[in-house]
């Protein structure tokens, strides 16, 4: 599993998208099980998130990555 052997073939192609891209096809996926305004809720909350990692794959973002996430949207406010 600490290899990536455990990941199914999806899963490995979802890790390696840019984050934009990942947080799009998530929110597409859960559309037709959530309301609408979860729906709405969740892109509005994504957009920081969306800006700050952008094209960094998903497979790419560490704990390290996150960190410096909260510490600028601590700073920002």
Do not use: C, N, W
Not at 6 to 20: E, L, M
Not at 43 to 57: D, T
């Amino acid at each position: 599993i600490q290899q990536g052997k455990g990941a199914s073939r999806s899963s490995r192609d979802f890790a390696r998208k840019p984050f934009s891209v990942a947080a799009d096809l998530y929110i597409e996926e859960r559309m037709p099980h959530v309301a609408e305004r979860t729906t709405q809720l969740e892109k509005e909350r994504l957009k920081p998130l969306k800006a700050f990692f952008g094209e960094k794959p998903v497979l790419r973002i560490k704990a390290e990555d996150i960190a410096s996430y909260q510490k600028h949207r601590t700073a920002e406010g």
